[in-house]
């Protein structure tokens, strides 16, 4: 007996205009996805509690309760995050970096290729939901910080670190290669699986995992910034002042 398909994926897209949801919702759909709209904010953290999708294409600029708003509190809800996609305006780059400040995974810029989300879209579920290979699903440790490939789970003495998709990816990748540096453009190659792209993404990210891994953010001792160069994890010392970075 044959298994039957796998169920379609939901995707919720929260946009006001109704000429970009149209075309936004058709290419999802004709991708393969179940697709849910709502044309503002309520109506999206509605829609977000009683349907929980697997991703959110989410507009920032919405009537009343903006992307922004929903973007935290969508952050703040309980249970594993949902990968969340932004829609920005072209120049409105304060927006879209706050918006990955507050825990958007992916953004694309107005006006965008239809086709582009939807492998961006891709992009973000794939890293989401399949299993690491076998080799990478080992449990990642250095000093207090531990994290569980397969599980997608994090803890820093023993208490659990709340990260988004990219962060956790962020987080193994720099767990797997301690000492090593690397440019934003090579974690934007690895952890985003981009060739090109906006680096400041990774920037973002980068402070954001600091603040919730690091004892003093603003003087980090972990993801050390190496200037002109980029970055690099350096595993935490044991009390003998030896790096305690176990396999």
């Known amino acids: 007996m044959t298994a039957g398909p796998a169920p379609a994926r939901r995707v919720l897209v929260v946009e006001d205009d109704p000429t970009v949801a149209e075309v936004v919702t058709g290419y999802l759909a004709r991708a393969g996805y179940e697709v849910e ?7 999206a953290l509605e829609a ?10 989410l507009d920032l600029m919405l009537p009343g309760l903006d992307g922004l708003e929903v973007c935290r509190r969508l952050r703040a809800c309980q249970g594993p995050p949902v990968p969340v996609v932004m829609l920005t305006a072209r120049g409105a780059e304060a927006d879209r970096i706050l918006g990955l400040e507050l825990g958007a995974d992916d953004y694309m810029t107005k006006p965008f290729s239809p086709r582009e989300l939807v492998l961006r879209v891709a992009s973000v579920l794939r890293r989401a ?3 690491p290979p076998s080799a990478a699903s080992a449990v990642l440790r250095a000093g207090d910080i531990v994290a569980s490939p397969g599980a997608r789970q994090a803890q820093r003495g023993g208490r659990e670190l709340a ?7 962020l987080l193994a990748f720099l767990l797997r290669n301690p000492g090593r540096v690397f440019s934003r453009e090579e974690l934007l190659r690895h952890v985003w699986g981009w060739d090109f792209g906006d680096v400041s993404t990774v920037t973002v990210h980068v402070r954001r995992l600091r603040e919730k891994i690091e004892d003093d953010p603003a003087v980090p001792k972990l993801i050390s910034t190496v200037w002109s160069a980029g970055y690099r994890f350096d595993p935490p010392e044991d009390e003998a002042g030896r790096k305690d970075l176990q396999p």
Do not use: K
Request: charged share 20%.
């Open 48 to 57: 977000f509690a009683s349907l929980r999708p697997q991703l959110v294409v």
């Open 129 to 131: 939901e399949a299993p």
């Open 37 to 43: 709209h709502a044309h503002d904010g309520l109506l």
């Open 163 to 169: 990260l988004t998709v990219r962060e956790f990816d």
